[in-house]
């Protein structure tokens, strides 16, 4: 089972580059979502999804685009890196479960320096 | 706004020794996950807590939750190397989103 998946692993942008990270659960799951990870600030959520065709902003959603064409597949776009955008990023995806609430599936992450 | 404070943000601990990890949030929730980091890696979970005074044990590891209190603990008893870590909880308010804590380091010393 590959679970989730995430292209690429390492990435160096300069600024005002574009890019788009993809990520791949085989798991069906409905939910899928983008964090971003830096130091001493835990996971914070850039942009989420509860299904195929919908989109929704998180808590850091400035400087970043979704889409979720297909079920699987959700892509996380930069138009223009900024450096404050270096940071690690996470995908991960989910369902509801009666009676064990919402466990998330993490991929291993994208680290990203934008320089 | 949902805030999730964990503390200590670190923790040096002998093996062998107990200790305990604290989790506090601001708003009324009943469900709270708690979530592994090993450095470089992803987010493995660890427990997920869904009512008042549940609590769940799996090894050197306990974690309960006091929705009242707004505060979750995992408690680490016997410490050993292997659990050194950074460990996240984790709060839901709505069905399905999480906000995460800041994280705590955990390293365990011989």
């Known amino acids: 089972n590959a679970g989730v998946t995430q292209t690429p692993k390492f990435r160096v942008l300069k600024t005002g580059q574009s890019m788009t990270l993809l990520c791949a659960q085989d798991?069906?799951?409905?939910?899928m979502y983008w964090y971003r990870q830096d130091p001493g600030m835990g996971l914070r959520l850039i942009h989420y999804?509860?299904?195929?065709?919908?989109?929704a902003k998180g808590e850091v959603p400035d400087g970043y685009n979704v889409s979720r064409l297909k079920k699987q597949n959700f892509l996380l776009g930069l138009e223009s890196a900024a450096p404050s955008q270096t940071s690690v990023y996470f995908c991960?995806?989910?369902?509801?479960?009666?009676?064990?609430?919402?466990?998330?599936?993490f991929g291993a992450g994208t680290r990203l320096s934008v320089l | 706004e949902l805030k999730v404070e964990q503390n200590p943000l670190f923790l040096s601990m002998q093996e062998g020794k107990n200790y305990t990890i604290y989790c506090n949030y601001s708003t009324t929730s009943d469900r709270l996950y708690w979530y592994r980091q090993d450095p470089g890696k992803s987010l493995e979970s660890l427990f997920v807590?869904?009512?008042?005074?549940a609590v769940k044990q799996e090894g050197r590891l306990m974690a309960s939750l006091d929705t009242k209190a707004r505060l979750s603990t995992l408690h680490i008893t016997a410490a050993v190397h292997d659990l050194s870590a950074t460990y996240f909880c984790a709060v839901t308010i709505t069905a399905s989103k999480l906000t995460f804590g800041t994280g705590t380091r955990l390293q365990v010393t011989l």
């Open positions: 999804s509860v299904g195929e065709g919908t989109t």
């Open positions: 991960a995806s989910s369902y509801l479960q009666l009676g064990a609430g919402n466990i998330q599936y």
């Open positions: 807590l869904l009512s008042n005074g």
């Open positions: 798991m069906n799951h409905e939910y």
